[in-house]
Structure formats: C-alpha cells, structure tokens
C-alpha cells in the first residue's frame, strides 16, 4: 500500500447509510504510516459496468451500423482504409511487439474448423509456421527479412548473454 494513498469503495443503497468497503485495519494501519501533509477526500459515483449483453449489443450495433451506412455511402474496403490512414499514421513511432502481432493477425487471419479467427495460442503447429511464413513473405515487400528460425535459438541467446557479462565484467 502506497504511503501517501488509499483507495476505498463505499456501496450507497436505497434508504440506507453508505458503507465503506474497507476493513477499520486498513485505515488505522494507512494512518500510522502516513506521513505528516494535508489528505484530501474525493467521493465520486463509479458508473455500473455494462453486462455481457449489453457489450455485446453495443459492439453488434457498431458492427452493423458501420456496415450499413458505408453500403449506403459506397464505402469499401480499400475506402475505409485510405479514411483510417492517410495522415493519420503516426510518424516517428517505434514498432512494438504488440503492435505487431496485432497487425500480423489482421494481415494474415488463421482461422480454426468453424471459420472462426484463432491466435497463436490456439493454432496448431502447422498453422503457426503457415501464419508466420505469411508474415515473413509480406513483411519482406519493405525490405526486412527475417529467416529461418533457428531450432537453437536458446543456445545462441545463452551464449551472447556469457559474452556480455564478460565483457561488462571485464570494463570494470
């Protein structure tokens, strides 16, 4: 627990006094620890979290209005990513691991028995190496090449990771 902060839950219903979510303990124990400054109290009303279904109903409108109001406008494919990225892609911004696995799964969907789009965790061994060749072959259109996995690859890592302690030990 922070020293300087604590976060608490109060339940208001119907006709009966508020309830701190909080053990007496909790509290006592945050004031000991605190160090001497002014605190300030903030009571705010946390909106209900939507349902499942509600979720799903928000998500299955959005789906269906995007789809309808671009059939009424023409809006394709290719129109609504020209929209999406034309000036709009951020420039300068490192690629991350997230980032790019997310793209993978867009540019080269796997789908299981049913139709449905699987990831990585879900695909079996042949899907996984079909997913990234895929990858590979797309990604080599700009210039980067990324080869054959190595089934060594830890013995490698294992090793540059020895040289760099070596090295780092031997500069000081």
Same mark, same amino acid.
């Given at each position: 627990?922070?020293?300087?902060?604590?976060?608490?839950?109060?339940?208001?219903?119907?006709?009966?006094?508020?309830?701190?979510?909080?053990?007496?303990?909790?509290?006592?124990? #945050?004031?000991?620890?605190?160090?001497?400054?002014?605190?300030?109290?903030?009571?705010?009303?946390?909106?209900?979290?939507?349902?499942?279904?509600?979720?799903?109903?928000?998500?299955?409108?959005? *789906?269906?209005?995007?789809?309808?109001?671009?059939?009424?406008?023409?809006?394709?494919?290719?129109?609504?990513?020209?929209?999406?990225?034309?000036?709009?892609?951020?420039?300068?911004?490192?690629?991350?691991?997230?980032?790019?696995?997310?793209?993978?799964?867009?540019?080269?969907?796997?789908?299981?028995?049913?139709?449905?789009?699987?990831?990585?965790?879900?695909?079996?061994?042949?899907?996984?190496?079909? #997913? #990234?060749?895929?990858?590979?072959? *797309?990604?080599?259109?700009?210039?980067?090449?990324?080869?054959?996995?190595?089934?060594?690859?830890?013995?490698?890592?294992?090793?540059?990771?020895?040289?760099?302690?070596?090295?780092?030990?031997?500069?000081?």
């Amino acid at each position: 627990m922070a020293k300087d902060k604590i976060t608490y839950y109060i339940q208001k219903l119907d006709g009966k006094k508020p309830v701190p979510e909080l053990k007496t303990l909790d509290l006592d124990m #945050f004031w000991q620890n605190a160090p001497a400054g002014r605190y300030t109290v903030e009571l705010k009303r946390i909106p209900k979290e939507k349902s499942y279904q509600q979720v799903k109903t928000v998500f299955g409108l959005m *789906i269906a209005q995007t789809i309808a109001q671009a059939n009424d406008e023409g809006i394709d494919v290719s129109g609504l990513l020209k929209y999406l990225l034309v000036d709009r892609i951020p420039k300068g911004q490192g690629l991350t691991p997230d980032f790019l696995l997310e793209l993978a799964y867009i540019i080269c969907p796997t789908n299981d028995e049913e139709g449905r789009r699987i990831t990585l965790s879900k695909m079996s061994t042949l899907q996984a190496a079909n #997913f #990234f060749e895929r990858f590979r072959t *797309i990604i080599a259109g700009i210039g980067i090449v990324i080869p054959d996995p190595n089934p060594e690859w830890w013995k490698d890592q294992k090793e540059k990771l020895r040289k760099a302690k070596k090295e780092t030990s031997n500069v000081k």
